[in-house]
């Protein structure tokens, strides 16, 4: 057995209340894995703690354990191992985890992000893999505990979801077999499929309609952009961003994508996707953020026109550098 995996399972075993967390807006990758820790860390007899700073959009609400999430934390708490779940850096937390907690409690990350830097004591980051999912399957083999029936479902939620229903470069052969073995142990696929991937709340749908409007393309790149007020007045909450990086990624003149999305304290959020033989991890990190070649973010300050300005010519150029 690797041995960041046997150290994993060795941390979790030795643990009895743990604290997973996921990301902030939260994905299926996230929110899958971590309620697949939660059920198998409560079927060996232990209590973990779930927590998240954002609530789970009604796609992923759904899920079992979904409504145990916490969105602070209190003063006091007792812990005896931080899991961070789906990120590549601490700042993923959004705030979170405690920098007090560093020489007391072991950090264990589970991860697949290309840019991740390896932060926690122990780390079990597979960038090979489709979603964090991956890594987590291997770890509850490790841990002795049964795939199946809900359980099955949440790890499904997190394939899904970050293969944009199977349809990422990442969809690898080994992908399809575990979907299939998900299936056959019990998880819920054409549920997944329909409350996850094919179910957007109208307001969402409506603010689709205003980003499309604004949609530009300019040679191989692709943008939009999103207003804080648009989001108010269609009653969206101000941190979400629409999904729609996802969404301008198939436009089929862009290699590079970019949606913009204005966030309270003057900040705004970038999602970024690149069709194969093109690269945004790249760009991403180097304003901050991180992610994948093919997807990846970041948060900058600035107005969104500023934003917009900057960030624009960095994206003709990894397009330029690709080709
Ligand atoms: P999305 O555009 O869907 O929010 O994110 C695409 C990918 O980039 C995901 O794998 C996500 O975890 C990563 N990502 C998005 N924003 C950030 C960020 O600010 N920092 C880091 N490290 N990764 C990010
Ligand atoms: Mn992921």
Not at 44 to 59: F, S, T, V, W, Y
Not at 111 to 116: E, K, L, Q
């Amino acid at each position: 057995m690797k041995t960041a995996l046997r150290q994993a399972a060795a941390l979790l075993q030795q643990s009895e209340r743990p604290l997973l967390i996921s990301h902030p807006r939260p994905d299926g990758d996230t929110i899958g894995s971590t309620l697949a820790l939660r059920l198998a860390l409560r079927e060996l007899g232990k209590d973990p703690i779930i927590a998240c700073i954002h609530p789970l959009g009604e796609n992923l609400a759904y899920l079992p354990g979904a409504d145990q999430y916490q969105e602070t934390l209190p003063d006091e708490i007792d812990i005896d191992l931080v899991v961070v779940i789906d990120m590549s850096d601490l700042d993923r937390t959004g705030g979170l985890y405690r920098e007090e907690w560093r020489d007391r409690i072991p950090l264990l990350v589970i991860d697949h992000h290309a840019t991740n830097d390896a932060f926690g004591d122990v780390n079990l980051v597979d960038p090979t893999s489709a979603a964090t999912v991956m890594p987590m399957i291997e770890l509850l083999e490790a841990l002795d505990v049964k795939i199946q029936d809900e359980l099955a479902t949440c790890l499904l939620v997190g394939l899904l979801t970050d293969t944009r229903g199977l349809r990422t470069q990442s969809t690898s052969p080994t992908v399809l077999r575990t979907v299939s073995s998900l299936i056959e142990a019990g998880g819920e696929y054409v549920k997944v499929m329909q409350k996850t991937l094919d179910s957007v709340p109208y307001k969402k749908m409506r603010g689709w309609g205003k980003a499309l409007d604004r949609l530009q393309l300019n040679g191989a790149v692709a943008w939009t952009t999103f207003p804080l007020d648009e989001k108010k007045a269609l009653a969206i909450s101000d941190h979400a961003d629409l999904d729609l990086g996802n969404l301008l990624s198939r436009v089929a003149e862009a290699n590079i994508t970019a949606a913009f999305v204005e966030m309270r304290d003057e900040t705004v959020k970038i999602s970024f996707r690149a069709r194969p033989g093109y690269d945004v991890a790249t760009v991403a990190a180097s304003l901050g953020g991180g992610g994948h070649r093919l997807a990846a973010g970041c948060t900058l300050d600035g107005s969104l026109e500023a934003v917009v300005d900057r960030v624009l010519p960095m994206l003709h150029r990894a397009v330029e550098s690709a080709e």
